[in-house]
């Protein structure tokens, strides 16, 4: 454990990529097999099931530390991170040990299912015997918020230094479905990888356009596709394997039964890449309507009827068994669509259409991207290959400007890690009459230095404590964009955004001058259709 905890330390004191790469090399050349190969699964978001809740561990820790339930809790809205609270408030540990990462995990991996007391006493026997540093990276494993500022593409890059592989293909190999209990560190790096043949191939990402599109060179050397708003996922089709894989790597087959026809008409060793959307006619249905089936194991019929899967073709990663990745898009481009022109018709599939022309047209086309439930384009050069993640510069993603309304905050809560001692998460609202309502909350878009002018504001202007939250006098005013809206009977505004983010803090603006809930009623009429959802009861007012 205290190599891995070196490994964790020295990642996180340094931000240069070189340093994080050698610390990771040395780490992947001289750790046990067993904990290299749970490094990996946890750099890779493999972390094991949670099987302690926050509450157990909270109580659990004020009793060891011996101090009032209250008194915790205080320390912990201060600190802002539970693994760090537990740890610091700890008494020294009574004979310190130096278990592996792997027999750590084993063993929380073990207590699922059991009583509450054999829990208890495997936590707080570990704790009795762990340094502070061990104890907090623990505790992070315990509460599954385990993150330690890596890419998955720099650890591919280590892995790569120390196994001599090739990154690409180092990279495809740690795809898929394999179970860090049960795989050695060579079966997963060298030849073969842990998979069972239904691996995906690690995606190729845009990055957002910020230039004008004229400087990209000639329309004709691009290809520009609809920004779909919707899932994204790779269709394996090999000899005896049939998979659907979302770009999170989560096996998501079973949830999208509407494909398994494919299995039977696609050539064997074929992979594709698109978007899965739910599909009305010639459209897509609102992201609202697929997000209904994500989560489930199995989607009833009904709902299948109401918001049926369909696959818009991007690319084509392989063919016949072939890895098509090297080839130029224009070339792979080419044999998708003979590939989809083979298939028998009314199956949910079909090559995600293209728009056409110069920058001029090409810039009409997309200010109506919404009437085409799309986000905006995807300007793709025709003579890149399928890269593995982001590189920027032959793929851009050309989205329409955010929806923003100007909103005020009235709630502001700590962040997390290195933001504990900030408030970053906030609660805005818009009127509704004389009314201030909540609609949604936001932790992203402004700078350090602004988060730490605000942290000084809410200080001098709580007016109450709700714990780690503070309910501030409504006065500075944000814009907030978003990507989308819907109904939401869960929410008290009675309309849900999708992505909202603070865009800018609009000091120019007071109070008075945010917008109405009247004016977001409108917008979600006017995109979806629908009138806002019943939210939850208001309280009644004091009288």
Known sequence: ?????????????????????????????????????????????????????????????????????????????????????????????????????????????????????????????????????????????????????????????????????????????????????????AALTQEGGAGDGAQPYPFALASPLEDLPENLGPPDDWLAEWKWDGIRGQIIARPSTFAIWSRGEELITDRFPEFAPLQDHLPPGTVLDGEIVAWAGALPLPFAELQKRIGRKSVPKKLLAEAPAHFLAYDLLELEGADMRSAPLSTRRARLEAVLATLPPGLPISASPVARGDWAALTAQRAGAREKMAEGLMLKRLSSPYHTGRKRGDWWKWKLDPFSVDAVMIYAQSGHGRRANLFTDFTFALRDGNDLVPFAKAYSGLTDAEFAEITRWVGKHTQERFGPVRRVTPELVFEIGFEGIQASSRHKSGIALRFPRMLRWRRDKAVADIDTMDALRALLRQETGQPPAAGPPRPPKDN
Do not use: C
């Open 1 to 185: 454990m205290k190599r891995f905890v070196h490994l964790f330390n020295a990642l996180d004191s340094t931000t240069k990529t070189g340093a994080k790469t050698a610390a990771l090399v040395d780490y992947f050349r001289t750790a046990p097999e067993p904990d290299r190969v749970w490094t990996i699964a946890l750099l890779s978001g493999r972390r094991p099931k949670r099987v302690i809740n926050a509450s157990e561990l909270r109580l659990w820790a004020a009793e060891v530390a011996g101090i009032p339930l209250w008194l915790f809790e205080e320390s912990y809205a201060i600190a802002g991170d539970l693994a760090e609270t537990i740890a610091r408030l700890l008494p020294p540990p009574e004979a310190e040990q130096d278990p592996t990462l792997d027999t750590i995990i084993r063993s929380l991996i073990a207590l699922a299912g059991r009583a509450q007391a054999e829990r208890r006493a495997f936590v707080t026997a570990s704790w009795a015997s762990l340094g502070t540093d061990e104890r907090f990276l623990f505790n992070k494993l315990l509460t599954g918020g385990f993150r330690m500022g890596v890419s998955q593409g720099l650890m591919t890059r280590a892995l790569a230094q120390v196994t001599g592989v090739d990154e690409a293909v180092m990279a495809h190999r740690l795809m898929g479905n394999w179970d860090p209990a049960r795989t050695g560190f």
